[in-house]
C-alpha cells in the first residue's frame, strides 16, 4: 500500500504539473500506470482519471483567476456548448458506433498537432486581428492578460465564434461519450478556431475541463468507480502539482508551451485512431 | 476591451478565486485527516478492499472515524468544486451587473444539473 501510495503522489504531482501548464486532464498518464503498474481494473483508472480532472481544473484556476490570466466569459460560454455535448454523448453511448468517432477524434488532434507546428515555424504570435468579429463583441469575449514571459500585457481578441462552439460541442461528445480528450480538445478550439493566444487558451482549459468532468464524476463516485486509496494521493498530489504548474505556466515563453503540446496531441491523436482500429497502445 | 469591463471582471475574477481556495482547501483538509487516519490506525475502517460509496455510508462513517469515510468525504467535496465555481460565478456577475452573463451561467448550471440528474438513473 505504501509503494501504490508513493506512486499515486509522485504520479499526480507531474499530472498536475504538466496539466496546469498545457490545459488537460493527464489521463493518458494516468491510465497506464494504474492499469499496467498497478494492475487494477479499466474502470478505476477512469475513475481516478475524472478526479485528476477536477483536481488538475480547481488546483489551477485558483492562481490563473488570482493573476487574472484566464477569460471567464469565454469559458462559460463556450460551457453551454460542453456541456450539452456531454450529456448528448452520455444518451448516445451505444447507440453510435465509438469507432467512428475515436477515427475523427483522432484525426482532428492530428491536424490540430500539424497547426500548432505551423505556428510554431511560422515564429511570432498573432495576437491582434485586423477585423473585430461581431460575436466576440456582442458576447464581450475579447479581452487581456499580464504575460509573466514577456512583461506585458496582452490584449487579444477572439474570433470564429460558431467554428469554436462546433468543436466545443463535439469536444463534450467526446469526452461524455469515450471519457477522453477533457483538455485537448478546447485548447485546441481556443488556440486553433478562435485565434485566442495560447496561455489564455491553456488557463481557460483548465477552469472548463473541471465544469465537464463534475457532471460525470458523481455517476463515478456513486458507482464505486473511484478507489479512496487511489483518488486520494493522486488527487492531493495533482493539487499541489498544479499549484506549482499554474506559476511556472504563466513564466513559459508560449514557444515552448507550444513545443511540449505537439508531440502530446500527435501521441493522443494516434492512440485514438489506433484504438479506431481496435490496437490499444 | 474598455476599462470598465476589464475593473469589472478583476473583481469578479478575484472574489471567485477567494472562494474556489476556500473549497479546495476543505476538500484537501479532509482527505488529509482520512489519510492521516489511515496512517495511524493502520486500517481503512471496512471489510476487505470495500469502501462506503453513498452519502448516507459515509456520513455514518465520519462519525464513527473511519478513515477510507474520511477520503471518500474528501473526493466528494473536490468533486463540487467545479460546481461551486459556476455557482459563484452567477453571483459575482449578478454583482457587477452583466445580465447577459448571468443568464449564460445560469444555462451551464441547469445543464451541469440535468447531467447530474440524468447520471443516476
Redesign the interface.
Known amino acids: 500500500m505504501i509503494t501504490s501510495t508513493l506512486l499515486m503522489l509522485a504520479v499526480g504531482l507531474f499530472a498536475g504539473i504538466m496539466g496546469a501548464i498545457l490545459g488537460i486532464g493527464g489521463g493518458m498518464i494516468i491510465t497506464p500506470i494504474i492499469t499496467l503498474a498497478l494492475g487494477l481494473d479499466i474502470k478505476y483508472a477512469i475513475g481516478a482519471s475524472i478526479?485528476a480532472v477536477?483536481?488538475t481544473?480547481?488546483?489551477s484556476?485558483?492562481a490563473f483567476?488570482?493573476d487574472?490570466v484566464?477569460n471567464?466569459?469565454v469559458a462559460?460560454?463556450l460551457?453551454?456548448a460542453t456541456?450539452?455535448g456531454?450529456?448528448v454523448g452520455?444518451?448516445l453511448t451505444g447507440i453510435f458506433h465509438p469507432a467512428i468517432l475515436y477515427f475523427l477524434f483522432g484525426s482532428l488532434l492530428i491536424f490540430s498537432s500539424w497547426n500548432m507546428y505551423r505556428k510554431l515555424r511560422s515564429g511570432k504570435e498573432i495576437l491582434k486581428r485586423a477585423k473585430p468579429d461581431k460575436w466576440a463583441q456582442k458576447?464581450?469575449l475579447?479581452?487581456?492578460y499580464f504575460d509573466k514571459n514577456l512583461n506585458k500585457q496582452i490584449?487579444y481578441q477572439v474570433e470564429n465564434i460558431p467554428g469554436g462552439l462546433s468543436i466545443m460541442f463535439g469536444a463534450g461528445i467526446a469526452s461524455g461519450m469515450l471519457g477522453i480528450g477533457s483538455g485537448a480538445f478546447k485548447v485546441m478550439a481556443m488556440d486553433n478556431a478562435m485565434k485566442m493566444p495560447l496561455k489564455p487558451s491553456s488557463a481557460t482549459s483548465n477552469?472548463m475541463m473541471?465544469?465537464t468532468?463534475?457532471?460525470?464524476?458523481?455517476?463515478y463516485?456513486?458507482?464505486?468507480s473511484?478507489?479512496?486509496?487511489i483518488?486520494?494521493?493522486l488527487?492531493?498530489g495533482i493539487?499541489v502539482g498544479a499549484a506549482i504548474g499554474s506559476r511556472i505556466m504563466q513564466h513559459l515563453p508560449s514557444r515552448v508551451i507550444r513545443m511540449i503540446f505537439i508531440p502530446i496531441l500527435l501521441y493522443l491523436g494516434l492512440q485514438m485512431i489506433f484504438k479506431a482500429f481496435g490496437v490499444t497502445i | 476591451m474598455d476599462k470598465k469591463t476589464k475593473n469589472e471582471m478583476e473583481t469578479v475574477e478575484i472574489l471567485i478565486g477567494k472562494i474556489m481556495r476556500i473549497g479546495v482547501l476543505i476538500a484537501a483538509s479532509v482527505m488529509v485527516i482520512g489519510f492521516i487516519m489511515l496512517v495511524c490506525q493502520q486500517s481503512s475502517g471496512y471489510p476487505g478492499t470495500t469502501f462506503p460509496t453513498t452519502l448516507s455510508e459515509i456520513l455514518k462513517g465520519i462519525t464513527t472515524f473511519k478513515p477510507y469515510a474520511y477520503m471518500m468525504a474528501g473526493i466528494f467535496l473536490l468533486i463540487l468544486t467545479p460546481v461551486l465555481r459556476v455557482l459563484v460565478s452567477i453571483y459575482a456577475f449578478y454583482k457587477e451587473k452583466d445580465v447577459l452573463y448571468v443568464w449564460i451561467t445560469t444555462i451551464v448550471f441547469i445543464i451541469l444539473m440535468f447531467g447530474f440528474i440524468l447520471g443516476h438513473h
Open positions: 478526479i477536477i483536481a481544473s480547481s488546483g484556476t485558483i483567476l488570482k487574472d484566464l471567464l466569459r462559460m460560454f460551457e453551454i456541456t450539452i456531454a450529456i452520455a444518451v458576447f464581450n475579447n479581452s487581456s490584449d477552469l473541471g465544469v468532468a463534475a457532471a460525470s464524476a458523481s455517476v463516485f456513486f458507482n464505486g473511484i478507489k479512496p486509496g483518488a486520494v494521493p488527487a492531493l493539487l
